[in-house]
């Protein structure tokens, strides 16, 4: 693995070091090692201007999680017989608060996957400026095609081991792919019998038992502000622009949202299955049938093709290189799907279709080579840890509700999370001219997520 485009500098060095290191101690965590060397890229220039950082050792620190849970899971099918997952919750860094993040519940969940999303959380816990450290978790379980009571039996197991290892004040979770409203209701019911507290461990939950206004939204309303953001450094709008939208779970559905809001036009969502492409836009009309499609049904995107005769469908081909969704015409793009969902390929036909503002509603949606693309092209690009990091930010919003007793309005919570975003976007920006790169939200975010991490653990000494 080569680090590129660093000089032979003592912090070059120090960081080529520390990803060898880091390969060779954690084999067959190819996404943990795909996010550490875009950060350590990144990073090479603090270390010579800080070298303080290196004596501590607060890189090879920070890579290694505090702690790692990883637990059986066995819950009952609705035939009654005895089925087994693995669970997982990754306490990777508490030096700015509690540890933050959510639960993924995929087929494809391992423990290199929630290290990588950890890693990334701590960075975008840091840039949200609110006290909160970084976490993940999960399991390999795939709630699609299990009943209420298949789910809601598993997340009952789930917590009964998970509930000794968290606390509001400890480890609290909140929701990511496959962990939604309903999961994270029968989760919070499961710590309550526990425990026997009311408290506010899990963020996401429902408006009638202490979660917050716009915490739903907050993802994808928080990406769509940060493109707003880097379009306002060009005196440009997204009213009028054509946007590519991958996904159509939570992030999705409300990335679209604010992208009718603001007078743009989304015209793609896609599944596991396919992507449906509607030249026409996705209006309010189509995004309440998304709504209930994906929310209450529980359907396949392919279905908005058959109910809107605008839409056309086209499933997922595995003989072909590369998603012919990033090959439609538009301005803007919105990966909001999963990781490493966009390639080199990709990223060349969305350049080619004149893509050039991208802000990542996923984590780590961009392959290592697509990246280098687009910061190559001078686009405008958004990683993830800077432009989704409004859900976490909300869910801080709703741990500082439920530590108050009270409810924000809609409005007051979403002005926060506007002006997070706005604060967000400057400090990666002002950060990426500062380190020499103006314009390049990479090294911005990186960097100034990492300064206030590395801050905090000088200041408390080595544990
Ligand atoms: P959801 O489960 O609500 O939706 C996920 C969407 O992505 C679904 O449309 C799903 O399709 C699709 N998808 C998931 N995995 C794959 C895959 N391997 N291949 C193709 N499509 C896939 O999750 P969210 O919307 O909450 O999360 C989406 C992304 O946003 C994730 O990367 C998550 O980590 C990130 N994120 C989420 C936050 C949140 O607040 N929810 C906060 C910050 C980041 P299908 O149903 O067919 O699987």
Redesign the pocket.
């Known amino acids: 693995m080569s680090i590129a485009a660093a000089g032979e500098t003592p912090g070059s060095l120090y960081v080529k070091e520390v990803l060898i290191q880091t390969v060779a101690r954690n084999a067959g965590e190819p996404e943990f090692h795909q996010a550490v060397q875009e950060v350590l890229e990144s990073l090479a220039p603090v270390f010579d201007h800080r070298p303080e950082y290196r004596t501590a050792r607060i890189l090879e620190r920070m890579l290694e999680p505090e702690r790692v849970i990883m637990f059986r899971v066995p819950w009952q099918d609705d035939q009654g017989r005895p089925q087994v997952n693995r669970g997982f919750r990754v306490e990777m860094n508490s030096a700015l608060g509690p540890y933050k993040g959510?639960l993924?519940f995929?087929a494809?969940v391992n423990l290199g996957i929630l290290k990588f999303?950890a890693f990334e959380q701590v960075l975008k816990n840091s840039l949200t400026t609110l006290m909160m450290g970084g976490g993940k978790g999960g399991s390999d379980f795939d709630p699609?095609g299990k009943s209420d009571n298949e789910v809601m039996r598993f997340c009952q197991s789930f917590m009964t081991e998970l509930a000794r290892h968290i606390g509001p004040n400890t480890d609290v979770p909140?929701?990511?792919?496959?962990?939604?409203g309903r999961e994270i209701g029968y989760l919070f019911g499961q710590y309550k019998r526990l425990r026997n507290e009311f408290t506010g461990v899990l963020t996401?939950k429902g408006l009638n038992w202490g979660g917050s206004l716009i915490r739903p939204e907050?993802?994808g309303y928080g990406a769509v502000y940060f493109a707003a953001e880097m379009l306002a450094t060009r005196g440009e709008t997204l009213a009028g622009k054509t946007c590519l939208v991958?996904?159509?779970?939570?992030?999705?559905?409300y990335t679209v949202d604010k992208l009718i809001d603001l007078g743009a036009t989304p015209v793609s969502?896609?599944?596991?299955?396919g992507f449906i492409y509607d030249k026409a836009g996705i209006d309010r009309e189509k995004l309440q049938f998304v709504f209930k499609l994906?929310n209450e049904r529980r359907g396949?995107?392919q279905e908005y093709a058959d109910q809107f005769s605008s839409a056309v469908y086209t499933p997922?081909d595995p003989t072909l290189d590369h998603n012919p969704l990033w090959s439609l015409k538009a301005e803007c793009a919105f990966p909001?799907?999963?990781?490493n969902?966009l390639d080199a390929k990709d990223a060349r036909h969305l350049l080619e279709s004149g893509v050039y503002v991208i802000s990542e509603?996923?984590?780590?949606?961009t392959t290592l080579e697509a990246v280098k693309l687009f910061l190559d092209a001078g686009i405008l690009y958004a990683p993830?840890k800077a432009a989704?990091?409004?859900?976490?930010a909300t869910?801080g919003l709703e741990m500082t509700q439920n530590s108050m007793r009270l409810s924000w309005t809609r409005e007051e919570v979403d002005s926060r999370l506007y002006g997070i975003m706005k604060n967000i976007h400057k400090a990666c920006a002002e950060t990426a001219t500062a380190f020499g790169t103006p314009g390049n939200y990479v090294n911005g975010a990186n960097i100034a997520g990492f300064l206030k991490v590395a801050d905090a653990m000088m200041d408390q000494g080595l544990v």
């Open positions: 959510g993924r995929h494809s999303l699609k909140a929701g990511d792919i496959g962990v939604g996401g907050a993802t991958s996904g159509s779970g939570n992030v999705a559905q969502l896609s599944d596991s299955g994906k396949r995107i997922i909001s799907a999963t990781q969902e509603g996923a984590n780590m949606p993830g989704n990091a409004g859900g976490v869910s």
